[in-house]
Each structure stands twice: as structure tokens, then as C-alpha cells.
Nanobody, 127 residues
Framework: VQLQACGGGLVQPGGSLRLSCAVSGFTSDYYAIGWFRQAPGKEREVVGCINVSDGRLYYGDSVMGRFTISRDGAKNTVYLQLNSLKPEDTAVYFC?????????????????????WGQGTQVTVSS
């Protein structure tokens, strides 16, 4: 399984970005993709998750209402739309995967539960 995240960059406060995570290697849709972020000196924080098997979405409290996860099945790509960005959203953003979607509902926010990780993409929010 491989995860390839991209789309980060420098954006002004209030701006938007769309991150992409290209997913390869799964033989079925019974998995979940999560997005996490990590700022310097801070712990990795959950952004959200999509259960690919049933389409359910989960979001962290700090991004609820501003960030949106979506998926293009034909492209095997999961997107993270970041709107109304704030300086405190500055971090390296990672996509990750849970291989068995059965327990996603109870485990989506814990990075320890994820089996695969992509490289991060830097998002910097600054004027």
C-alpha cells in the first residue's frame, strides 16, 4: 500500500487549499483514509477520516465546518479541502490508512490505529 500526499503550500489567513492523497495497493474498498497534521513541537492531531467502504466521514473538533474530506473512486484519490484557514492550521499534513474498516467508527482519531502513512505535505498559513 502506498499513499502519496500533495497540494500543500503557503496561503494567507482566510484562504483555501486542497490536498490530495493518491492511494494504491488496496485490493478492495474495505479501508479508511485519515488525515492528520503535526505542527512543530506539538503532537500529531487528527483532522478527519473517510471510511471508504461506506462513505462515512469523521472530523476533528478543531476543523469541523472548515475542512471537508472527499474521494474520487475512479482516481483512487482522497481530498482534503481546507477553507477559512488560520495561522494555527500551519502544520505538516499526512494521509494515512486503516487496512480493516470494521472498527473505524471507534478508532478513526487515534494515529496508532493506522497501518500505513504517506509522506507529509507542508501547509503554511501566514500573511
Amino acid at each position: 500500500v502506498q499513499l502519496q500526499a500533495c497540494g500543500g503550500g503557503l496561503v494567507q489567513p482566510g484562504g483555501s487549499l486542497r490536498l490530495s492523497c493518491a492511494v494504491s495497493g488496496f485490493t478492495s474498498d474495505y479501508y479508511a483514509i485519515g488525515w492528520f497534521r503535526q505542527a512543530p513541537g506539538k503532537e500529531r492531531e487528527v483532522v478527519g477520516c473517510i471510511n471508504v467502504s461506506d462513505g462515512r466521514l469523521y472530523y476533528g473538533d478543531s476543523v469541523m465546518g472548515r475542512f471537508t474530506i472527499s474521494r474520487d473512486g475512479a482516481k483512487n484519490t482522497v481530498y482534503l479541502q481546507l477553507n477559512s484557514l488560520k495561522p494555527e492550521d500551519t502544520a505538516v499534513y499526512f494521509c494515512s490508512a486503516i487496512e480493516d474498516a470494521l472498527w473505524v467508527g471507534s478508532s478513526w482519531s487515534d494515529p496508532v490505529e493506522y497501518d500505513y502513512w504517506g509522506q507529509g505535505t507542508q501547509v503554511t498559513v501566514s500573511s
